[in-house]
């Protein structure tokens, strides 16, 4: 399954976007598909992931702005960020936790 981010862009502090990551095949088939962003100058974190059975878990510092969603039917999942903060600036992915799979990353920029 290959993975395509999409949705990035620049907003000003306070504000909403929705980022999307779309699968290839069939994402009901993704048990585990996580979200990871890297700041400029920063390792790669964690932000949040969605659970083929539809749990998610979210870093604390998204916690309550953001929310992972998941459209089968579209064969993709989001990632609402909302509440957008200057240190959200970073280019975000979206993998495939089981194997591996990363996408190319789409760059959010939170600045006024």
């Known amino acids: 399954v290959q993975l395509v981010e999409s949705g990035g862009g620049l907003v000003r502090p306070g504000g909403s976007l929705r980022l999307s990551c779309v699968a290839s095949?069939?994402?009901?088939?993704?048990?585990?598909l996580g979200w990871y962003r890297q700041a400029p100058g920063k390792q790669r974190e964690w932000v949040g992931t969605?659970?083929?059975?539809?749990?998610?878990y979210y870093a604390d510092s998204v916690k309550g702005r953001f929310t992972i969603t998941r459209d089968v039917p579209k064969n993709t999942v989001y990632l609402q960020m909302n509440s957008l903060k200057p240190e959200d600036t970073a280019i975000y992915y979206c993998?495939?936790?089981?194997?591996?799979?990363w996408g190319q990353g789409t760059l959010v920029t939170v600045s006024s």
């Open positions: 993998k495939d936790n089981d194997f591996n799979q």
């Open positions: 095949g069939n994402i009901f088939r993704i048990n585990s």
């Open positions: 969605f659970i083929r059975g539809g749990s998610t």
